[in-house]
């Protein structure tokens, strides 16, 4: 277990609440985030990855009372997205767990996978907020369409606009990517599940975040405890981070009822692209030993998190002067 001396319980309570703001209002649990934070702080990469979903578990039980209470909340395919993620979060922990013999090697895994998933989900999210409404709604049409035109037995209803069933195994299919994230990554799987509600499925950006990270807690609580019977998680540590991130989440979540969809995809396309950028910025002073990028990717991270999560604030406040 590492040592904790005042500065960086600090760091971790304030991270935390920053972290709890975008993870209320995007739906994700925030891993992305935090496992970088951890390893740069000095937490071996198996370590990072267990604390880092230990506190995504408890800021996920606050978020998803939140979201339903906002009425965000499509329980059950959240409830079908959970327990399908449980053999993608074992399948993706035994990963760490095989890999962890090598420090170096595992470092390089997750940090890789996290560059090359947040860069394309970025570029996505990015394009498709900037694109003109013709052409996005002909897009999604083809996209829906094409996802639609599977209807494998049995089929479900779910909370979106059009109220169409879809089948069950697409949210199966979901829920497993999900987990596998949540595994190896040390992530939630939201910056992958909500893509996937909104443009998949065809939920409202609102409703995707409160399903998502709804979805997220049982993988979370599964791959909490996977990994801390191999010994990855450090508990103080997460009760630091949840002590911010517990009031964090539930001022995110108020937000996503004053926020355009528009304004959310570039949003999120963008907390992906700076997280990615500190990432890449961090694998190439290690592999080059360059520690002026270790400050850069340090620097990256803490802007776009608090640029992001202060925005997120502020609407949260217009909005309750106004009602």
């Known amino acids: 277990m590492l040592v904790l001396d005042l500065s960086i319980s600090l760091c971790l309570i304030i991270m935390g609440f920053f972290v709890g703001v975008l993870s209320g209002f995007f739906g994700f649990g925030g891993g992305f985030i935090l496992t970088p934070l951890l390893i740069s702080l000095g937490f071996p990469a198996n370590v990072a990855v267990g604390t880092s979903v230990t506190e995504i578990f408890m800021s996920s039980i606050i978020a998803s009372l939140k979201h339903k209470r906002l009425g965000n909340l499509d329980a059950k395919a959240g409830l079908i997205v959970a327990l399908s993620s449980i053999p993608g979060t074992e399948f993706g922990a035994q990963i760490i767990e095989h890999l962890k013999t090598n420090i170096q090697r595992v470092n390089f895994a997750v940090s890789l996978s996290y560059i090359l998933i947040l860069v394309l989900i970025s570029m996505y999210m990015i394009r498709e907020s900037l694109i003109s409404n013709r052409e996005k709604s002909l897009e999604k049409k083809t996209l829906r369409f094409r996802i639609n035109r599977l209807k494998i037995p049995p089929l479900i209803a779910v909370s979106r606009q059009d109220a169409k069933p879809i089948s069950l195994w697409m949210l199966v299919a979901i829920g497993f990517i999900g987990g596998l994230s949540a595994g190896f990554l040390g992530a939630g799987g939201g910056f992958i599940l909500v893509p996937l509600l909104i443009y998949a499925v065809g939920y409202a950006p609102s409703v995707a975040a409160g399903t998502c990270i709804f979805g997220i ?30 009031i964090g989440v539930q ?7 004053r926020v355009k969809e528009k304004s959310f995809k ?33 620097i990256i991270i803490f802007s776009a998190l608090f640029t992001l999560a202060s925005l997120i604030i502020l609407l949260s406040m217009r909005g309750a002067v106004k009602s």
């Open 217 to 246: 807690l049982i993988s979370c609580v599964y791959a909490s405890l996977t990994h801390a019977l191999k010994g990855n998680v450090d508990l103080i540590s997460a009760i630091l981070i949840f002590t911010g991130s517990s």
């Open 251 to 257: 001022i995110g979540a108020s937000a996503t009822k």
């Open 266 to 298: 570039m949003a999120f396309g963008l907390c992906l692209g700076f997280i990615s950028l500190s990432v890449m910025a961090k694998l190439i002073s290690s592999l080059y030993e360059m520690s002026a990028l270790t400050v850069f990717s340090q």
